[in-house]
């Protein structure tokens, strides 16, 4: 499966967002997923097999419970795939920083 198939699932995505703040367990993963999206927890355990196998997560055992984190390294793939993209919004990008910075110092001087 693509890198980009795999993110683009919404609860895939979710679940990695979970991940990055750090490590959790299956069910913590599940009570969110199941509640923001209204599935089963098959479906998640699904999701999760998805994101193991895909080498997007990685999984340990800690006595009954599976805990989850992300592996970066897919997402370094992605983000070196990204790379020859980012011409198109970096610009745009810094010119929205002066802009928001020319608009605080402009604020700064007004109330002074």
Known sequence: ?????VLGDPVRRRIL?????????????????????GISQPAVSQHLKVLRE???AVVRAEGTRRLYAVDSAPLREVDA??????RFWTPHLDALATEIARGRRARRRNQE
């Open 54 to 56: 895909t080498g997007f």
């Open 81 to 86: 795939w990204l790379d020859r993209f980012r």
């Open 17 to 37: 967002e979970l991940l990055a703040d750090g490590e959790r367990s299956s069910g913590e993963v599940t009570a969110v997923i199941r509640e923001e999206f």
């Open 1 to 5: 499966m693509h890198a980009f198939d």
